[in-house]
């Protein structure tokens, strides 16, 4: 996913990091380029799969609302997704 949209002409990487929760290994950040859409992808560890799809799960049912502050140029954003606790 992370190679996918990073070199996508439609999105801009804006970070990458591994400063998550345990089971996740790279979380990575793009904004799309004509909208103010953003997309944020969550590597998970491979024996962690079972989170991963319990995060989804809840993420898709609107459950466990996380904030995440979005820095890019020019604007500092904060938005919520949904996740897990």
């Known amino acids: 996913m992370k190679t996918y949209f990073a070199r996508s002409t439609e999105w801009n990487l804006i970070s990458c990091n591994n400063k998550t929760k345990h089971e996740v ?6 904004k799309h380029r004509a909208e103010d859409r953003y997309l944020i992808a ?3 560890r491979g024996r962690e799969i079972q989170s991963a799809i319990l995060d989804f799960l ?3 049912a609107g ?5 995440i502050e979005i ?3 020019p ?3 904060t938005t919520a ?4 606790a």
Not at 63 to 67: D, I, K, N, S
């Open 58 to 60: 809840d993420s898709a």
């Open 25 to 30: 290994l790279e979380r990575c950040i793009f």
């Open 63 to 67: 459950l466990g609302r996380e904030q």
């Open 42 to 44: 969550d590597a998970y």
């Open 75 to 77: 604007r500092r954003i």
């Open 71 to 73: 820095v890019g140029n």
């Open 81 to 84: 997704f949904f996740r897990r």
